[in-house]
Every structure is written in structure tokens, then in C-alpha cells.
T-cell receptor
Framework: GQNIDQPTEMTATEGAIVQINCTYQ??????LFWYQQHAGEAPTFLSY????GLEEKGRFSSFLSRSKGYSYLLLKELQMKDSASYLCAVTTNAGKSTFGDGTTLTVKP | ETGVTQSPTHLIKTRGQQVTLRCSSQ?????VSWYQQALGQGPQFIFQ???????GRGNFPPRFSGLQFPNYSSELNVNALELDDSALYLC????????????FGNGTRLTVT
């Protein structure tokens, strides 16, 4: 089976940096995706890690440690529009994607 | 480039009825995955279709079934609806089953009364 854990809620201030952690246990691990989901909308792709290390895309970065079953999403220079749910999703070699329950981030002025 | 479209957007059904949800995949995508999302939870994997064949299934009973057509569009069928089936059903397409990001449609909100 697969188990994915992320914090339920986080709060941060506009302009700050926030790190959202994700730990997982899975068999046949292939890679890890991060998605953003605004309330009432569909998830949208943010980043993908298949090898250990850091992937950077503008204000967003994602890190993966396969040996530790750990990833984080780093959001810099937070903006109000970054208030959303952030979903960690693990994919297996068979192509199945399993999502965590998401971390609801609230950005305050 | 046309994105993923789902129909209908909202649906109300009675317990015991059957429902069919439809999804058109994004141009160039050959893989479609279906998810069920309850309020406050992450999407739960129902199944995936790759080139018209089922390519993996989550922990959903057999009354959840699907199809993928030659144009890579897809259907999700649910028989003998139960109250707990009330949820947002998301369809997502991708270039291939494993290493490509999922592109989601806006979902179908199903309410079972």
C-alpha cells in the first residue's frame, strides 16, 4: 500500500518563505509531483522530482530524498494568490498516482 | 491547445441509480486517469486508461467501471449509486502513464440523494 503524510494547514505572511513537507511510504516508487489547488478549482501541476535533489522553477522549488521517503515544496516571496491547497502525489512504476490530503496554505498580509 | 473537458459539471442522482461521466483528454495525450475527491481530502485514484486499456485500478468496487475510446476520450460509469459516492470526480490526462504531469478537468460534482 501507499501512505502519504503532509501537514493539514499552514499560515505564512506575504513576502515570506514557507516549506511544505511530505513524507511517503510506497512500493515501486517512481517519482513525486506537487500540485496546487485553489478552492473550487482543479489541481494544477507545479513540479516533478524523480531523482534526489532540488528542482527550481521561479518562486517554487521542490526537493526529494528517495532514501528518506521525503519531499518538500518551498515557496518564496509569498503572494496572496498563493493561498491554496498544495497536494503531494507519488507515482509508482505502474503509473498509479496517489495523492496526499493536501496542505491548506493561508497567506496573510 | 484544448484542455481537459468534463461533462456534466453538476449532477444529482438518487441512490441505486446509474451515472455516466465523460471526459475529453487534452490534445496529444493518450492516458486518462479518474479520481474521486471528497471535501477536504486529496483526490483518490479510481483507475487509469492507457491506449484504450485499463492500466491500473485503485481500491474502488467493480460498480465503478470505465472506457477509453480511440480518440482517447473516456467515460466513468458508476452503478448502484450510494450516498457515499457524492463527491467531485476529476478526470486527468497525460502524455503517458508515469512520468508526465496530470492535466485536470474542472470536474463533475455528483450528489447522490
Amino acid at each position: 500500500g501507499q501512505n502519504i503524510d503532509q501537514p493539514t494547514e499552514m499560515t505564512a505572511t506575504e513576502g515570506a518563505i514557507v516549506q511544505i513537507n511530505c513524507t511517503y511510504q510506497t512500493s515501486g516508487f517512481n517519482g513525486l509531483f506537487w500540485y496546487q489547488q485553489h478552492a473550487g478549482e482543479a489541481p494544477t501541476f507545479l513540479s516533478y522530482n524523480v531523482l534526489d535533489g532540488l528542482e527550481e522553477k521561479g518562486r517554487f522549488s521542490s526537493f526529494l530524498s528517495r532514501s528518506k521517503g521525503y519531499s518538500y515544496l518551498l515557496l518564496k516571496e509569498l503572494q496572496m494568490k498563493d493561498s491554496a491547497s498544495y497536494l503531494c502525489a507519488v507515482t509508482t512504476n505502474a503509473g498509479k498516482s496517489t495523492f496526499g490530503d493536501g496542505t491548506t496554505l493561508t497567506v496573510k498580509p | 491547445e484544448t484542455g481537459v473537458t468534463q461533462s456534466p459539471t453538476h449532477l444529482i442522482k438518487t441512490r441505486g441509480q446509474q451515472v455516466t461521466l465523460r471526459c475529453s483528454s487534452q490534445s496529444g495525450h493518450n492516458t486518462v486517469s479518474w479520481y474521486q475527491q471528497a471535501l477536504g481530502q486529496g483526490p483518490q485514484f479510481i483507475f487509469q486508461y492507457y491506449r484504450e486499456e485499463e492500466n491500473g485500478r485503485g481500491n474502488f468496487p467493480p460498480r465503478f467501471s470505465g472506457l477509453q475510446f480511440p480518440n482517447y476520450s473516456s467515460e466513468l460509469n458508476v452503478n448502484a449509486l450510494e450516498l457515499d459516492d457524492s463527491a467531485l470526480y476529476l478526470c486527468a490526462s497525460s502524455f503517458e502513464p508515469r512520468d508526465s504531469p496530470l492535466h485536470f478537468g474542472n470536474g463533475t460534482r455528483l450528489t447522490v440523494t
